[in-house]
T-cell receptor
Framework: GENVEQHPSTLSVQEGDSAVIKCTYS??????FPWYKQELGKGPQLIID?????GEKKDQRIAVTLNKTAKHFSLHITETQPEDSAVYFC?????????????FGSGTQLTVLP | EAQVTQNPRYLITVTGKKLTVTCSQN?????MSWYRQDPGLGLRQIYY???????DKGDVPEGYKVSRKEKRNFPLILESPSPNQTSLYFCASSKARDGYYEQYFGPGTRLTVT
């Protein structure tokens, strides 16, 4: 099955700096890569996702890049703000019909220091 | 408001005492799933359901049962809880049609088994 590794486990940045979280996956057939943000005391929430036919996707201050050859993808947050502090999870799966099984990484605790 | 609800939010129980964690969604989603979240391990899928009366094992199904008698409800049953099932549990739901892959998570249930 799929295996997703995520690094770093914790990340502290100064407000206004950029943050990068990296994930690698093992199954070359995986073609869908979402990122979820989990705020304290809440369930994860999708913030951005990318399909394997796209190398990069951007949504305001958040961007995700995908390198299929190397089997890794990354989340980039620019101009970080205190409200970006949360746990971020990457995930990977093969979209097959209506399958919804996701394999998650172990999570990154991001702290944005004022 | 579109949401996934879980009850209870917190539960402390003893080994061997059967318990049920309820999950309900009001978005008419076909797909529902249960995850457990443990430090350093991310989110691991326990069971999922593609529709009423259709359930399947995820990555860590041992010690758990589920049922899907109604589209909106997907209870998680621990017949004989053990301390290694102490964890944070999340229910999630999603449309099960191609092009719709976002999973909506509930607020979580923190379970402690002594």
């Amino acid at each position: 099955g799929e295996n997703v590794e995520q690094h770093p486990s914790t990340l502290s940045v100064q407000e206004g700096d950029s943050a990068v979280i990296k994930c690698t996956y093992s199954d070359s057939a995986s073609n869908y890569f979402p990122w979820y943000k989990q705020e304290l005391g809440k369930g994860p929430q999708l913030i951005i996702d990318i399909r394997s036919n796209v190398g990069e996707k951007k949504d305001q201050r958040i961007a995700v890049t995908l390198n299929k050859t190397a089997k890794h993808f990354s989340l980039h947050i620019t101009e970080t703000q205190p409200e970006d502090s949360a746990v971020y999870f990457c995930a990977a799966t093969l979209i097959s019909g209506s399958a919804r099984q996701l394999t998650f990484g172990s999570g990154t605790q991001l702290t944005v220091l004022p | 408001e579109a949401q996934v609800t879980q009850n209870p939010r917190y539960l402390i129980t003893v080994t061997g005492k059967k318990l049920t964690v309820t999950c309900s969604q009001n978005m008419n989603h076909e797909y529902m799933s249960w995850y457990r979240q443990d430090p350093g391990l991310g989110l691991r899928q326990i069971y999922y359901s593609m529709n009423v009366e259709v359930t399947d094992k995820g990555d860590v199904p041992e010690g758990y049962k589920v049922s899907r008698k109604e589209k909106r409800n997907f209870p998680l049953i621990l017949e004989s809880p053990s301390p290694n099932q102490t964890s944070l549990y999340f229910c999630a739901s999603s449309k099960a049609r191609d092009g719709y892959y976002e999973q909506y998570f509930g607020p979580g249930t923190r379970l402690t088994v002594t």
